[in-house]
């Protein structure tokens, strides 16, 4: 939408605008990317909250260096508390959200290990032998409960109508 806008600008826009521009299209295509990789797999959630959250911490960063930049442009104090102070949070809950998505890959692979340790007892000489299981409540129904593979395109498909339609609607609100 952002390339969209900026193709079909009449008049050439200032440097300042170009380079946010561009930079909203970079962020954005990375969550393209990162959605296409996550949904063109069959995830483990576990790493897909990992980079998301890394992703999450990046972009907040560079959101908080841009605009803390264009409040010292601007030389406004209040500004700069204000974009400073917006922007530490944003990164603040972004880094504990790549935190808490580490300690939960941490503790799943744990339990996987834990799962597929040989034990005395025939089942866990059965599990151990079990290929490995999916990690994450989604890929454990997709997988056991999804059927076909015409249904997990189905299910992916609903998931990715319902968020153009809330994307389009937000647009447009």
């Not at 600008?9 to 295509?29: D, K, S, W």
């Not at 454990?140 to 990715?160: C, E």
């Amino acid at each position: 939408m952002i390339g969209m806008l900026w193709a079909t600008e009449p008049a050439p826009l200032p440097a300042r605008t170009r380079i946010a521009f561009a930079a909203l299209i970079v962020v954005g295509m990375m969550w393209a990317g990162f959605a296409a990789w996550a949904l063109a797999r069959r995830p483990l959630f576990a790493i897909d909250r990992l980079v998301a959250a890394a992703l999450a911490v990046g972009f907040s960063v560079l959101t908080t260096i841009g605009a803390v930049a264009i409040a010292l442009a601007r030389s406004s104090a209040a500004g700069v508390l204000a974009a400073a102070g917006l922007g530490l949070t944003l990164v603040a809950i972004a880094a504990t959200m790549l935190i808490r998505a580490r300690a939960y890959r941490a503790a799943l692979l744990a339990r996987k290990r834990e799962l597929q340790e040989p034990s005395d007892t025939t089942e866990g000489a059965n599990m151990s032998t079990r290929k490995g299981l999916p990690i994450g409540p989604l890929a454990l129904a997709m997988r056991h409960r999804g059927g076909t593979p015409g249904r997990r395109i189905a299910i992916a498909a609903v998931i990715v109508g319902l968020a153009l339609a809330a994307g389009v609607a937000l647009l447009l609100r």
